[in-house]
Protein backbone atom coordinates (compact mmCIF):
# COMPACT_ATOMS: atom_id res chain seq x y z
CA UNK A 1 0.00 0.00 0.00
CA UNK A 2 2.90 2.53 0.72
CA UNK A 3 4.23 2.02 -2.74
CA UNK A 4 0.91 2.59 -4.17
CA UNK A 5 0.66 5.79 -2.58
CA UNK A 6 4.46 6.85 -3.26
CA UNK A 7 3.16 6.49 -6.59
CA UNK A 8 -0.14 7.57 -7.15
CA UNK A 9 -1.53 9.24 -3.78
CA UNK A 10 -2.19 13.08 -4.20
CA UNK A 11 -1.93 12.84 -7.80
CA UNK A 12 -4.00 12.06 -11.13
CA UNK A 13 -3.14 9.11 -12.88
CA UNK A 14 -5.34 7.19 -15.92
CA UNK A 15 -6.47 3.45 -15.83
CA UNK A 16 -6.94 1.49 -19.70
CA UNK A 17 -9.54 -1.34 -19.94
CA UNK A 18 -7.26 -2.55 -22.42
CA UNK A 19 -10.17 -2.76 -25.56
CA UNK A 20 -12.66 -1.21 -26.26
CA UNK A 21 -15.74 -2.78 -24.04
CA UNK A 22 -19.47 -2.63 -25.90
CA UNK A 23 -22.58 -3.07 -24.41
CA UNK A 24 -26.09 -2.99 -25.12
CA UNK A 25 -28.43 0.27 -23.91
CA UNK A 26 -32.06 0.57 -24.60
CA UNK A 27 -31.72 -2.07 -27.53
CA UNK A 28 -28.53 -0.11 -29.14
CA UNK A 29 -25.25 -1.45 -28.98
CA UNK A 30 -23.01 0.88 -27.61
CA UNK A 31 -19.06 1.32 -27.31
CA UNK A 32 -17.78 2.49 -23.97
CA UNK A 33 -14.54 4.99 -24.02
CA UNK A 34 -11.12 2.81 -22.80
CA UNK A 35 -9.78 5.66 -20.40
CA UNK A 36 -10.73 6.66 -17.13
CA UNK A 37 -8.88 9.81 -15.37
CA UNK A 38 -8.82 9.17 -12.01
CA UNK A 39 -8.18 12.62 -9.62
CA UNK A 40 -7.36 12.65 -5.84
CA UNK A 41 -10.48 13.20 -3.51
CA UNK A 42 -10.42 13.06 0.11
CA UNK A 43 -8.85 10.27 1.05
CA UNK A 44 -8.61 8.54 -2.52
CA UNK A 45 -9.84 9.37 -5.32
CA UNK A 46 -12.53 9.52 -8.13
CA UNK A 47 -13.11 9.59 -12.10
CA UNK A 48 -13.52 13.08 -13.27
CA UNK A 49 -13.41 12.29 -17.09
CA UNK A 50 -13.41 9.02 -19.35
CA UNK A 51 -12.31 9.08 -23.06
CA UNK A 52 -11.52 6.90 -26.28
CA UNK A 53 -7.91 9.09 -26.68
CA UNK A 54 -4.90 8.38 -23.97
CA UNK A 55 -2.82 11.08 -25.15
CA UNK A 56 -5.18 14.06 -25.28
CA UNK A 57 -6.44 13.00 -21.24
CA UNK A 58 -2.82 12.60 -20.70
CA UNK A 59 -2.05 16.52 -21.54
CA UNK A 60 -4.97 17.52 -20.19
CA UNK A 61 -4.48 16.25 -16.63
CA UNK A 62 -0.52 16.15 -17.01
CA UNK A 63 -0.41 12.64 -16.32
CA UNK A 64 2.60 10.76 -17.84
CA UNK A 65 2.91 7.08 -19.20
CA UNK A 66 4.17 5.91 -15.98
CA UNK A 67 1.07 6.55 -14.29
CA UNK A 68 -1.17 4.83 -17.20
CA UNK A 69 -2.31 1.29 -15.17
CA UNK A 70 -3.75 -1.27 -17.67
CA UNK A 71 -6.62 -3.21 -16.35
CA UNK A 72 -5.84 -7.36 -16.88
CA UNK A 73 -8.10 -9.88 -16.55
CA UNK A 74 -7.00 -13.51 -15.44
Known amino acids: MEQW ?6 K ?3 TDLGSS ?4 LDGRTTELDRYAVW ?4 EGHQIVEVGAQL ?7 GVPIERVCALTQS
Open 55 to 61: DVLQKKY
Open 5 to 10: QDHFGG
Open 39 to 42: APAG
Open 21 to 24: QTVE
Open 12 to 14: CFI
